[in-house]
């Protein structure tokens, strides 16, 4: 038995009563209530379907089968006897669309020959596909076309005919075989075949406002709105327009010329400023080639100057005839440059892939320059290929920065008892912060060993010596690590190691200690990790507050040692017992 559609008979019709023909159950957990009456509108002929209530529960989806109607449904299925009530926002809304598409369609069709190919009714917009080119201005006469029709507020009336060819000439489109086929009437202005529900005047429709194109298959496609969608866009755009007029200090039609002018201000601005760039890097070029000592150069460019890593490492290797690998980045991730000078017998893209093996960078490139990106906090790692680490601190640079640092405090480098201190404190920053260069994973891979062990291991009196990096003065004292094993062991003498790698570069003491902790319980897995550092800090002792006897103690206690009390007090108790903590 089919479902009788109501829609068709009835327009205007929201509640309705029907009998429940079947409803089984879907594998969604909803169900398919088939009814012998409904004036739900199923999805077809480009309009989306109808929503709204059987009985308690929710429709969903309506869809065709053969000559009946599917509800799909949310909750219960109802049965016997029962009303439905159409969604009427959602259904004025798509008759509106609907009837708004048939008054363009002919409009344009009308006025330019294009005739409508396609159609689809969208949440938010609608389109029509031409059949041939069109542009602003042709589309622009057929929507002011239509916008003429809706004023005129023609009536809009279905008929049924029992076929092809019992309908009038004038119908607008190729019709289909159907039996009986149901033609739509816009007044006088269109006639065309739809199965769809649509307004009862033209007027109904609202505005018809046409919002862009584009090419499509030797025609366009043309979007579209009608109705409250219409008004609620122009909503929107005048806003922004509005808004962007306020921004700029202008009038709101006169926003484009202003916008105009801004572009050619910003090409001009752009044109000089890549000018002065284009200077800026040579003079650095220039300045970096003086300054570097032998071998290949590495440069860390900072932040916002990714843009810079193609040209300046292909002209600081013309300079110094020499490899250079430049970094550029303030992400996670650094972006790489490397180039070879002239001559060069290695291939770029093949040194860039060697430097990055095993650093989880990617990259490549051709004979002269290469490209690529890398995990920022494996920089060093990468330009270990180069034997030779970023220049900070050490080498010529620093060398430079510390004559500089002399002259600065009214001191004159070239006396006698300090020609060569630019160079001594080079070598003793060089070696104070040796620990950026160091990975904790390659001092201790060699010695972790297999051991069915699961009590404490403590290694206490370390001595530490770090630098604050706040006014780059020392801080001493002494570090007592920690750690309950899990099947893997360290050599004893690789947790002092581990500490130096840490202690070694610029520094907060509660960040040394959590270093240390995190790498210990990274690389060996334990049941959990104690470190307690206590330091005395020349920042306090010798300016500032100029405590001479105060000692800072911070700890980081992970796994076992923060969750078991028991365990934490006896750590505690052994550096106390043994002079510690």
């Known amino acids: 038995m089919g479902t009788r559609r109501l829609y068709h008979e009835d327009g205007e019709l929201r509640t309705f009563e029907a009998t429940v023909l079947e409803a089984p159950a879907r594998e969604d957990g909803r169900h398919a209530v088939v009814l012998d009456e409904t004036a739900f509108y199923p999805t077809s002929g480009g309009q989306p379907h109808d929503t709204g209530q059987l009985g308690e529960a929710r429709v969903v989806d309506v869809v065709e089968d053969g000559d009946r109607v599917v509800h799909v449904v949310d909750g219960d299925a109802p049965s016997g006897r029962v009303t439905g009530t159409v969604d009427w926002d959602r259904r004025m809304d798509h008759r509106r669309q609907h009837t708004g598409q048939h008054i363009l369609s002919r409009a344009i069709q009308d006025t330019r020959g294009a005739k409508t190919v396609g159609f689809h009714l969208g949440e938010e917009r609608c389109s029509i596909d031409l059949d041939r080119p069109l542009d602003d201005a042709a589309l622009a006469e057929g929507e002011m076309a239509a916008n003429r029709v809706v004023l005129d507020n023609q009536p809009v009336v279905a008929r049924w005919y029992d076929g092809p060819e019992d309908a009038p000439e004038e119908v607008r489109s190729t019709l289909p075989d159907e039996r009986p086929l149901r033609l739509v009437a816009v007044g006088e202005f269109d006639l065309n075949a739809c199965c769809g529900t649509h307004v009862s005047r033209a007027g109904d429709v609202g505005p018809v406002k ?21 008004l609620a866009d122009y909503g929107r755009r005048h806003r922004a327009l509005r808004d962007l007029a306020l921004d700029l200090t202008t009038e709101e039609f006169a926003v484009p010329k202003r916008v105009a002018a801004l572009r050619d201000e910003h090409k001009q601005l752009r044109v000089r400023l890549e000018k002065t ?10 300045v970096w080639t003086s300054e570097a000592g032998e ?5 860390d460019l900072g932040p916002g100057r990714e843009d810079w890593l193609a040209p300046m490492a292909t002209r600081l290797a013309e300079l110094g005839k020499r490899r250079v690998l430049l970094l550029a980045g303030d992400g996670e991730v650094g972006r790489l440059a490397l180039a070879c000078p002239p001559g060069d017998e290695a291939r770029a893209g093949d040194l860039l892939r060697e430097a990055l093996t095993g650093t989880g960078g990617k990259g490549g490139g051709s004979d002269r320059l290469a490209r690529g990106q890398v995990p920022r906090p494996i920089w060093n790692k990468c330009t270990r290929y180069w034997e030779r680490i970023r220049p900070s601190p050490g080498g010529t640079d620093m060398e430079h920065l510390i004559r500089e640092l002399l002259q600065t405090i009214g001191e004159d480098p070239d006396r006698e008892g300090l020609v060569k201190t630019p160079a001594r404190v080079s ?9 950026y260069k160091q990975d904790p994973v390659e001092v201790v891979s060699d010695a972790i060993f297999t051991q069915d062990s699961d009590e404490m291991i403590c290694i206490q009196n370390i001595e530490m010596y770090s630098m604050c990096e706040h006014h780059l003065l020392p801080f001493v004292g002494k570090a007592h690590v920690a750690y309950i094993p899990d099947g893997k062991v360290v050599g004893f003498s690789k947790i002092p190691r581990l500490v130096d790698v840490f202690a070694r570069r610029l520094q907060l003491q509660e960040r040394l200690t959590t270093q240390i902790a995190d790498s210990i319980m990274t690389l060996l897995k334990p049941h959990g990790v104690g470190v307690v550092i206590e330091a005395s800090h020349l920042c306090m002792t010798m300016r500032g507050v100029e405590k001479q006897h105060s000692r800072a103690t911070t700890s980081a206690m992970l796994g ?5 009390r028991a365990t934490r007090n006896e750590f505690l108790s052994l550096l106390s017992r043994n002079g510690g903590s």
Request: net charge neutral; proline share 2%.
């Open 210 to 230: 046409i919002l862009r194109w584009e090419k499509n298959k030797g025609g366009v496609r043309v979007e579209f709105v009608c109705g409250e969608r219409a």
């Open 277 to 286: 760039e284009d200077e800026l890097r040579e003079r650095l070029a220039l």
């Open 295 to 299: 071998g290949p150069l590495c440069r």
């Open 427 to 435: 070598r003793a920053w060089e070696f104070l912060t040796q620990g």
């Open 560 to 564: 076992v040692f923060r969750e078991d």
